[in-house]
T-cell receptor, first 112, second 112 residues
């Protein structure tokens, strides 16, 4: 069965203190790995899609990387507005119509 | 920027009642999905819908659930006879292809 595990569960950072979030996955043929940001009481907001090992994507202070077994979301010099829960999701080759399987998320709090 | 909208934002209903949750997809998106998130838990896939029919559904999506696109714009999720355990945030997501999905803000369903 496909599985997505995110670590740590929670992360508290000082403003400017860079860190990385981990998403490890087990899936039958990865079609895509997705990162979303979720604010409390809101829907997931799309950040990145990664398709193959070695791929990297960047957006402002966020950078996502992918290996054959895991993905990292690097947050460089975070600001308080980066506080959110970051969700990782995978789509396997058997999920032909786009079903996403989500991890439990990493809750990030950035303090001034 | 185009976005997915959902109504209502919050629905309170009594156990056994029927509810209809509505979603307006991003224009020209062809793939539609419903997910739910019970408080404190992972986002879970319910159903995918393409070309006016269900493409895939999860074990959660039993006979009390149904989806349709009644007028070519709205995409609805109906729960025929709600149970206490149906209380959750319900998210609609849409995509131009079976990859990146864009989520709506969600409907909070409370069953009493």
């Amino acid at each position: 069965e496909d599985q997505v595990t995110q670590s740590p569960e929670a992360l508290r950072l000082q403003e400017g203190e860079s860190s990385s979030l981990n998403c490890s996955y087990t899936v039958s043929g990865l079609r895509g790995l997705f990162w979303y940001r979720q604010d409390p009481g809101k829907g997931p907001e799309f950040l990145f899609t990664l398709y193959s090992a070695g791929e990297e994507k960047e957006k402002e202070r966020l950078k996502a990387t992918l290996t054959k077994k895991e993905s990292f979301l690097h947050i460089t010099a975070p600001k308080p507005e980066d506080s959110a829960t970051y969700l990782c999701a995978v789509q396997g080759s058997t999920d032909s119509w786009g079903k996403l399987q989500f991890g439990a998320g990493t809750q990030v709090v950035v303090t001034p | 920027e185009p976005e997915v909208t959902q109504t209502p934002s919050h629905q309170v209903t009594q156990m056994g009642q029927e509810v209809i949750l509505r979603c307006v997809p991003i224009s020209n998106h062809l793939y539609f999905y419903w997910y739910r998130q019970i408080l404190g838990q992972k986002v879970e896939f319910l159903v995918s819908f393409y070309n006016n029919e269900i493409s895939e559904k999860s074990e959660i999506f039993d006979d009390q659930f149904s989806v349709e696109r009644p007028d070519g714009s709205n995409f609805t999720l109906k729960i025929r006879s709600t149970k206490l355990e149906d209380s959750a945030m319900y998210f609609c997501a849409t995509a131009g292809g079976p990859y990146e999905q864009y989520f709506g803000p969600g409907t909070r369903l409370t069953v009493t």
